[in-house]
């Protein structure tokens, strides 16, 4: 997800919606009329403005626990939906405001068939070793093979879920889309990572270029296509201070290159005559995260709405867009996406954004 | 009610947005942007898709093109087409009217939410995990036992004397013999660790470590241990607690939905206290089974009442209180309450369970 190293679903969406926005890698030689982005008269630089409220979130949050509680969980997929749509609902841009069309029985039929298709096979990589005995080079064995059907997961998972988020995403009528293919993806991703393996991780910042890369071109808003031109060799300098500083720093170090990373990303991102820029720093990030880590902590994970509204809000505050959308050159075109990419997401649990 | 809104229109195929007038009529709305021809969409075509909450403008769109929308700042606009047409009191717009009823919907959701949890905390995921540890088969139990046994009390700690493990043996084969068959073959075993502890590993493995048998006075007391661990073998404790620490975090996942990262942190705190609370109900159980077999064997109580009492004396209150609900075990008062209770059922006189001589000898099992 562009410049989100490590997820939290809703906050991806509003950052994927918005990637798709602002993209425009604009040619400041030929500015265009404002009027191109119609009643909105944007100025040259703008960001997004996010309306949510936590009070609001709350509401839904209730009222979403007791319903899964009621149904036994089955809601929960509905739950999922309803945030994500109250999120990116309140997501602004130039006057209009981005909307989403997910529905809780895509994501629920999206979920089921990845429990199917993923969940028998790597549940018995995973247990059956201590179950059957078997000796310890077979578990050896199995659980390599386990770990292989993992990392062939997440690029699935991650394609799959970026198709299904990106396809019931508008933005002004126009959806928005991913035609990468999975398959291309578990390319990037293999080759990528035995790249890390062999640097012994030095090449993380050239292996989550490449990722990024990949999931910023293949995504589009109606007719138009993003860009993306960032080469992972140009973070390798910051993240070998962030590696150095790690001890000294306690770790703090990351704040400032995941924020030097999102800010690279996005200022390499464009659509059409779109750009985008992101304001975000070390210390704005640590200063969300901490408060954040902090409300969380202390009430039991109950201020998780408060927290949402807070990070889509950082989210948005820090994007900016410049230039203009070719309003002529950008057209609707209908696809269809499966969830099943989604359910593979949720599914697996786990923080799938290794880019 | 006026029938005439200002608006603007998205025509679903280029992203650029034109102001329009809506005009409201009984059978659908009248769209006429500030260019192209006027758009009629009949009600049973229009879906109402953002305008719910407070501050959002009303976005209705024409369910036969993709992205086609109208957008109507005014939320009143919606009282305005239930007034006029009819029929879209019918479809699944959103009244504002109704706003102000979402609080208190809100709060009854809230403590409804707050009774299922509670529930299921309290009698769900109990009953559950009871279920689902019915159909583990005991050979797995055994394996799992097996494998901890082997990594966590390597045989170097073990106290190996052949005489006096038979002395052990039989005082646990006098604590079986009353009880009915079961499907686990029960091992003890001392181990050299100083704490004043015991294990059940799943299967039946029972581990008593040194420091208990030093501790340990008489040995009714050490059989008193041995009893509840027992009871925690035979009623698949550990089994249980596997299936509802997973329960647990099925049920805080279904009640917080997109949850990830750090707040997870903060619901591993949740989950730990409740998982606690399984952890004394198991606790609880074992001292009350344990305490009949005691009784069942004919073996004195007494001295088991006596080392909750030493127990209770040695905390005092401190550890009472609220302190109680981030303990793995009942309160020392709760224990001692049910083991004189227990006591008091004894009918028929206790028989000694080795002679003097033997439980000395006993004693020194790990000097080897």
């Given at each position: ?20 926005l ?12 404002a009027?191109?982005?119609a ?26 626990v ?111 889309s991913?035609?990468g ?60 201070y ?12 990351w ?20 750009r ?8 704005r990030?640590?200063g ?40 002529d ?12 990419g ?14 | ?29 009248e ?19 953002q ?16 992205g ?31 706003r ?7 709060i ?9 949890g ?16 019915g ?16 990594r966590?009390f390597?045989?170097?700690t ?86 509802e ?20 942190l903060?619901l ?13 109900e198991?606790e ?12 069942a ?5 007494r ?7 030493a ?53 020194r099992?790990?000097?080897?």
């Amino acid at each position: 997800m562009p410049g989100a190293p490590t997820v939290r679903p809703p906050v991806t969406d509003v950052a994927d919606v918005a990637a798709a926005l602002f993209g425009p890698r604009a040619s400041p030689a030929t500015p265009r009329p404002a009027a191109a982005l119609a009643t909105g008269a944007p100025g040259p630089s703008r960001s997004l403005t996010f309306h949510g409220r936590a009070g609001t979130l709350l509401g839904i949050f209730v009222v979403n626990v007791c319903l899964t509680l009621a149904t036994l969980g089955l809601f929960y997929f509905w739950a999922r939906v309803r945030v994500r749509r109250y999120l990116i609902g309140q997501t602004e841009l130039d006057g209009d405001r981005f909307s989403y069309h997910g529905r809780g029985l895509e994501v629920l039929i999206g979920f089921a068939k990845a429990a199917c298709l993923f969940g028998p096979p790597f549940f018995a990589l995973q247990w059956l070793p201590g179950l059957l005995d078997l000796g310890t080079g077979a578990t050896v064995a199995v659980s390599i093979g386990a770990y292989g059907v993992f990392l062939l997961l997440v690029p699935v998972a991650r394609v799959g879920a970026r198709r299904y988020r990106l396809s019931r995403s508008a933005w002004r009528g126009i959806r928005f889309s991913f035609q990468g293919r999975a398959l291309a993806f578990v390319r990037v991703f293999a080759s990528g990572w035995l790249l890390m393996a062999a640097t012994l991780g030095l090449a993380y910042p050239v292996f989550a270029t490449r990722n990024h890369a990949f999931l910023v071109r293949h995504s589009h808003f109606g007719s138009g296509r993003f860009a993306f031109d960032g080469r992972g060799t140009d973070l390798l300098v910051d993240y070998c201070y962030a590696v150095l500083l790690t001890l000294p720093t306690l770790g703090l170090a990351w704040f400032w290159f995941v924020a030097r990373q999102r800010r690279y990303f996005w200022e390499h991102t464009s659509l059409g005559g779109l750009r985008f820029r992101s304001t975000v720093t070390g210390g704005r990030l640590l200063g969300l995260k901490a408060v954040n880590a902090a409300l969380l902590v202390l009430t039991l994970g109950l201020a998780w709405p408060l927290t949402s509204v807070r990070n889509a809000a950082f989210t948005c505050r820090h994007l900016h867009l410049e230039g203009e959308l070719d309003r002529d050159a950008i057209r609707q075109t209908p696809a269809a996406a499966s969830a099943t990419g989604e359910g593979l997401l949720s599914f697996l649990e786990s923080d799938l954004d290794l880019g | 009610v006026p029938t005439s809104w200002d608006g603007h229109y998205l025509d679903g195929v280029t992203p650029a947005r034109q102001a329009a007038t809506v005009v409201v009529m009984a059978r659908g709305l009248e769209i006429r942007p500030g260019s192209g021809s006027p758009r009629w969409w009949p009600l049973e075509r229009i879906r109402q898709v953002q305008g719910a909450y407070a501050g959002e403008p009303v976005r209705l769109e024409h369910t036969g093109q993709i992205g086609e929308a109208l957008i109507v700042p005014d939320p009143e606009f919606l009282r305005a087409v239930r007034a006029i047409a009819p029929g879209a009191r019918r479809l699944r717009f959103h009244d504002p009217t109704h706003r102000h009823a979402r609080v208190a919907l809100t709060i009854v959701a809230a403590l409804v939410a707050v009774a299922l949890g509670a529930g299921f905390h309290r009698w769900g995921v109990p009953a559950a995990a009871r279920l689902a540890a019915g159909l583990v088969p005991t050979a797995w139990e055994a394996q799992l036992g097996e494998q901890v046994f082997a990594r966590a009390f390597p045989p170097h700690t073990r106290c190996v004397d052949e005489a006096r493990q038979k002395v052990l043996d039989a005082i646990l084969a006098r604590l079986l013999a009353p009880h009915p068959p079961t499907p686990y073959r029960f091992r003890v075993t001392v181990v050299r660790w100083a704490a004043v502890n015991a294990y059940a590993l799943p299967g039946g493995r029972l581990v008593v470590l040194q420091g208990l048998v030093d501790h340990a006075d008489t040995p009714e007391m050490l059989a008193g241990t041995l009893a509840h661990e027992v009871a925690h073998v035979v009623h698949r404790h550990t089994t249980r607690s596997i299936f509802e620490a997973a329960s647990t975090a099925a049920l805080i996942a279904a009640a917080t939905g997109d949850a990830s990262g750090i707040a997870l942190l903060g619901l591993e705190g949740g989950a730990f206290l409740g998982r606690l609370r399984y952890s004394r109900e198991h606790e609880a159980e074992a001292d009350l089974e344990g305490g009949r077999l005691l009784l069942a064997a004919g073996v004195d109580p007494r001295p088991q009442v006596a080392f909750f009492e030493a127990a209770a004396r040695r905390r005092g209150e401190a550890w009472q209180g609220p302190w109680a609900y981030l303990s793995t075990h009942p309160t020392d008062a709760a224990r001692l309450a049910a083991a004189r209770a227990l006591a008091a059922e004894a009918t028929a006189p206790p028989r000694p369970l080795v002679s003097d001589a033997e439980w000395k000898d006993l004693k020194r099992i790990c000097e080897g």
